[in-house]
């Protein structure tokens, strides 16, 4: 179970706050249900050091993710992930040379925006900085530097094609369009 686990989030507000050194539990979840799944804001959060996923956000609308830090430092966890949202922002949020990867879309869809990111994979554990999967579509990744992951740094499995990144790849400028 998560450390903090919020199912009922609407109008929900979390600023400064920092959960770290959480062993194998995820460190926060937050999942929408019937009219509280939008207008909910997490802001400043860090989650250090744990051992689990840090924030998953789960069938949440119109959440705003903002200047939050991340450091996962197990493989195979993800420090951010968004599962079957939409019209999510993640923006200003720091990745820092965790073994974990950095954001992850699981089925979300409809205008989730991943803007103005740092993401800094340790380059041996961490596999993806963004992975959306092939039920992720019409997302936009803007203006994001992704470095130092092992297997792909941006990676956008949708046969779509329908996400939409332009971003910073290694240092070079990435646009697929």
Wanted: net charge neutral.
């Amino acid at each position: 179970t998560p450390v903090v686990d919020i199912k009922d989030p609407g109008g929900l507000r979390c600023e400064n706050c920092i959960i770290e050194q959480t062993g194998p539990r995820p460190a926060m979840k937050v999942t929408g249900k019937g009219a509280s799944v939008n207008g909910s804001m997490v802001s400043r959060l860090k989650c250090k050091n744990n051992a689990g996923d840090g924030l998953a956000l789960i069938g949440c609308e119109s959440v705003l993710i903002d200047s939050c830090e991340f450091y996962g430092n197990t493989a195979g966890t993800k420090n951010l992930q968004l599962s079957g949202g939409k019209l999510n922002i993640v923006r200003g949020c720091a990745f820092e040379y965790g073994a974990a990867d950095g954001i992850r879309l699981l089925n979300s869809s409809q205008g989730n925006t991943i803007h103005a990111c740092t993401l800094i994979g340790n380059v041996s554990t961490s596999q993806y900085g963004i992975y959306a999967d092939t039920g992720s579509s019409a997302n936009s990744i803007v203006g994001c530097t992704v470095l130092n992951y092992s297997t792909a740094n941006l990676t956008d499995n949708n046969a779509a094609g329908s996400n939409r990144w332009v971003a910073v790849y290694n240092g070079t400028s990435f646009v697929d369009v």
